[in-house]
């Protein structure tokens, strides 16, 4: 049984605000730098990035990636984040995800999917898609039964599952009868673990944390990563050890950022110069004081 520091959340240099040093070689070489074992491909949708990444790469161990280069010892999951803006019941919904597949023709299966749908897999390394949560989940599993599910960072405001201006109140509002099969989710930057153990009904679900890296920089690289214990190192180890369903593979620990530090720890303004603990934003009606605008970012529901 070994570890494997794991950072399996990260974007290219093809994705909207990201760095153009975003390749695999930089990533490589932050990953490494900051104690890395596996890495994500990212943005596998895109492609000029999927492209690059079918030349470089290697697959070494079963649905395990490398450089081709000698020496080369990151090993890379072929992943990407999709991201969907959907309408229900007459309100706008945006989520985030993380996806990740164990081989390129289940990558292939997928751009063909996203192209039929009419999304502009070119225009971003994190591709818009227009449709349910469910739905995007369901494609997921018509593409590869052993894909990875992961909602991504689950409390950001604006595009995650309990998001405060886009989310919902449970996983099962979101994702129906195909709950089951998503069996982690991030936390994001700006919550921990402990903060999600609040939450009673996250309980069935691995809590995962990764850096959501948009540079090339060891301070973002590896900022948030999760520890595994493998029997073997495969992509199919790698999804019991998240599955948590056996004890042999298992998540060992997390490594977090200081959530404090996190965007959107606490409510605010940051041209008002106020920040808000939840107890002083509900007692405000989530209003800033300073300009009387509404501050309300992170759920309050993880904190009561």
């Known amino acids: 049984m070994k570890e494997f520091f794991v950072d399996l959340h990260v974007h290219s240099k093809y994705s909207r605000a990201c760095s153009k040093q975003l390749d695999l070689e930089h990533l490589a070489a932050c990953g490494a730098q900051k104690g890395l074992d596996i890495i994500a491909s990212a943005d ?59 081989s390129f023709l289940s990558v292939d299966r997928l751009v063909r999917k996203l192209l039929l749908l009419g999304v502009n897999v070119a225009s971003d390394g994190r591709p818009i898609l227009g449709i349910d949560p469910k739905e995007v989940l369901r494609m997921v599993l018509e593409v590869d039964e052993h894909a990875i599910f992961i909602p991504a ?64 920089q060891p301070h973002r690289v590896g900022r948030e990563a999760t520890v595994l214990k493998l029997e073997e190192l495969s992509f199919l180890h790698i999804k019991k050890a998240l599955d948590r369903k056996e004890k042999k593979n298992t998540i060992v620990r ?6 404090e530090e996190g965007k959107y720890h606490f409510d605010g303004h940051r041209i008002c110069g106020v920040c ?29």
């Open 44 to 102: 596998i949708t895109h492609p000029k990035w999927l492209s690059e990444i079918k030349e470089k790469l290697i697959e070494v161990t079963p649905g395990i990636f490398a450089l081709k280069k000698d020496g080369a010892t990151m090993r890379f999951v072929l992943s990407t984040e999709l991201s969907s803006i959907f309408s229900r019941d007459g309100k706008c919904y945006r989520m985030h995800y993380v996806i990740m597949f164990p």
């Open 276 to 304: 808000l603990s939840p107890k002083e934003s509900k007692k405000n009606k989530y209003m800033c004081p300073a300009c009387g605008k509404g501050v309300k970012s992170m759920r309050c529901m993880m904190y009561v």
């Open 254 to 259: 997390t490594i977090e950022f200081y959530p």
């Open 153 to 216: 960072h689950i409390w950001t405001p604006w595009f995650s599952v309990f998001g405060s201006h886009s989310g919902f109140e449970s996983m099962e509002d979101a994702f129906g009868d195909l709950t089951p099969h998503i069996f982690a989710v991030e936390t994001g930057l700006s919550s921990d673990p402990q903060m999600n153990w609040r939450l009673s009904q996250l309980d069935p679900f691995s809590l995962v944390s990764f850096s959501d890296a948009h540079s090339a």
